[in-house]
């Protein structure tokens, strides 16, 4: 099944890794837990310690403009 269309606006980054990295994440996507490839694996893990790092007060939340 396809996946629906992402409603939120991205913008496209440049990450370099040893080869070693990139044979882990894609290691990590062959079971599809956390992505179809290296790329999606890789975000899927840095969004899960960004919010880890909020968690601990170690980086900001986003901040959501409230209508008034």
Not at 46 to 59: P, T, V
């Amino acid at each position: 099944m396809a996946r629906p269309k992402n409603t939120t606006e991205t913008v496209q980054i440049t990450l370099s890794a040893t080869p070693q990295v990139k044979e882990l994440l894609e290691e990590l996507s062959r079971s599809g837990f956390y992505g179809k490839n290296a790329a999606d694996t890789a975000l899927v893990l840095l969004k899960e310690k960004i919010r880890d790092l909020q968690r601990d007060g170690q980086a900001p939340s986003p901040q959501f403009n409230q209508a008034k």
